[in-house]
């Protein structure tokens, strides 16, 4: 059964990252396509929701959306009525539409023959009606004060604006009062963009879309004051930023926990113009030689590599953010000829990539104000970006991947014995805390290595939707050894999370689809937070009493 699921979401999923799809039930009243209108905006496309459509009805307020579709309807329900029921199969819209009360409904008893002359008759008056109505509404709209094309003519041409509600209302005839409130009911909606599938399925709590809170608001004001202080508390920070670090302040956070960036501010510009200079002296000195004889199997499994880095986030399957992340990643692998590079490494480049882009994608905004997320950000197009911009980012991932990279390193050297050693705590540690998992694994002959290896080569990140990974590196850059000790104590954390179902798999083939295949897609900020929760108490646990789980 997880087999096929796994195939079925893989199916799912074999369309072009980032095709836009209308997103069903997330407006009222229903989308319909020939609706939309696409809205060029610097960087994105935005999709908005025509909100003009007149209304043709007066019975009911949220009726003129389904005034317009009114002939075409009756003469669909006319030959879906004239089959029996029982094979009758109605699509989602018909059956919307057949258990509501409408006002140009001519009947709700099924066993109406509606095959009479009088009814085709009925049909025809309410259709020349509606269409009548519904041209004579158009042609009223169609007329706009020439204040409003004054207004708009400093508007680039890439953005559309919207009349808004109270405009609309003043430009109408008084007499015209059902008309007014129904227009009124579908303009004071939200108008939701139509986003590609992976943002859609984002996590709704940390979307944006809301105000912030007090406490939010809070928590910003402390991130800003610690920031803009002569030598930041990194101290402060640190415990500032285990619980999550606002979006707005998380670029300039990170580069200072990481160790980037010095702690003193008047040194910072200076750090951060010679660190860049020397990231490019690099690409300069050695980046020709990815052709030469020994570096060319490096850069072949990096080249490799690279287009499979999160295939369904459109961002990185942009040739000029590929063109990057070959370049961070072979100047890594040619200075660290210890290890070299190891399949795994190119996924963390990217949390780096999308925080440090996130900077100045807020910055194109332009003339409107979005609240860009995590999301926004996986769909942007960074060709939209001047060559210096993408220049300081490729340098800043590169330095504070590296940073990373420093306190694990044993993970990728020959035999990756780092990696070896914490999947035999994770073992040990599982043994102690969940016995009974413990003993259903080694019922069905499961290793630990099958499973958590993957877990700990890529930090978990091939488990955890990219929002979700960057809210964890908030925690393990605040954490001492937090990639590298802490991690541990997640990974037991994720795996008793998941208890039920390994429990209710009882042979070896389901047990590993799952553990390769876990349901985190919805996962948001509030789930993190539990994880890192009980992570904490297990290493508060056992951190310092390594003996308490050795059998």
């Known amino acids: 059964m997880a087999a096929e699921n796994s195939k079925q979401f893989w199916k799912r999923s074999a369309k072009l990252p980032g095709s836009i799809q209308p997103v069903y039930g997330a407006q009222h009243p229903p989308l319909d396509p020939r609706l939309t209108k696409k809205v060029e905006g610097r960087g994105r496309n935005i999709y908005v929701r025509e909100t003009h459509q007149p209304a043709a009805s007066c019975t009911h307020p949220n009726k003129g959306w389904e005034s317009n579709l009114q002939p075409s309807f009756i003469k669909e329900r006319s030959k879906v009525n004239a089959v029996p029921l029982k094979n009758k199969k109605a699509s989602s819209f018909h059956e919307f539409a057949r258990n509501t009360s409408d006002a140009w409904d001519i009947g709700d008893d099924e066993e109406e023959d509606f095959s009479a002359p009088s009814f085709q008759t009925l049909n025809s008056k309410v259709a020349l009606a509606t269409a009548a109505q519904v041209l004579e509404n158009h042609s009223k709209l169609r007329v706009k004060p020439e204040r409003s094309q004054s207004t708009t003519c400093d508007v680039p041409a890439s953005y559309k604006v919207i009349k808004s509600s109270s405009d609309a209302q003043l430009s109408r005839n008084s007499s015209d009062t059902c008309l007014r409130n129904a227009l ?328 590993l689809m799952l553990l390769q295949n876990l349901p985190t897609i919805h996962w948001g900020n509030e789930e993190i937070g539990l994880l890192l929760a009980e992570a904490y108490r297990l290493k508060y646990m056992f951190a310092d009493a390594p003996n308490h789980y050795r059998r």
């Open 184 to 511: 009124h009911k579908q303009q004071s909606l939200p108008l939701r963009p139509i986003i590609p599938l992976v943002a859609r399925i984002s996590d709704q709590n940390a979307s944006g879309a809301p105000p912030m809170t007090v406490r939010e608001r809070t928590r910003l004001e402390k991130f800003r004051q610690l920031l803009s202080s002569h030598n930041t508390d990194l101290d402060e920070l640190r415990k500032c930023s285990w619980p999550g670090v606002p979006r707005e302040v998380r670029p300039v956070t990170w580069r200072l926990l990481s160790g980037y960036l010095p702690a003193n501010t008047e040194r910072r510009k200076l750090t951060l113009q010679r660190k860049r200079e020397e990231y490019f002296g690099f690409i300069e000195q050695y980046y020709d030689s990815r052709n030469e004889e020994h570096h060319q199997d490096t850069y072949r499994q990096i080249h490799i590599d690279i287009p499979r880095t999160n295939p369904l986030i459109p961002l990185f399957q942009q040739p000029l953010v590929q063109e990057i992340f070959e370049r961070i990643l072979f100047i890594w692998a040619i200075r660290h000829p210890a290890s070299g590079y190891v399949q795994g490494i190119n996924d963390l480049v990217t949390p780096f990539f999308v925080v440090f882009l996130s900077e100045y994608v807020e910055k194109t905004s332009g003339l409107f104000t979005f609240c860009f997320t995590e999301e926004d950000v996986e769909n942007f197009d960074v060709a939209n970006l001047s060559q210096d911009v993408l220049r300081s980012i490729e340098a800043d991932s590169f330095w504070c991947m590296s940073k990373l990279l420093d306190g694990i390193q044993d993970n990728y050297t020959f035999a990756q014995p780092g990696i070896q050693k914490k999947v035999k705590a994770l073992e040990e540690l599982v043994s102690r805390i969940d016995e009974q998992v413990h003993s259903h694994f080694r019922r069905y002959e499961v290793e630990y290595l099958q499973f958590a290896f993957r877990w700990m080569n890529n930090l978990l990140m091939r488990e955890l939707p990219l929002r979700c990974t960057i809210r964890l590196w908030d925690t393990y850059q605040s954490e001492p050894e937090g990639f590298s000790h802490f991690h541990l104590y997640v990974c037991a954390a994720f795996l008793i999370k998941w208890r039920k179902e390994i429990l209710d798999e009882e042979d070896f083939q389901g047990l």
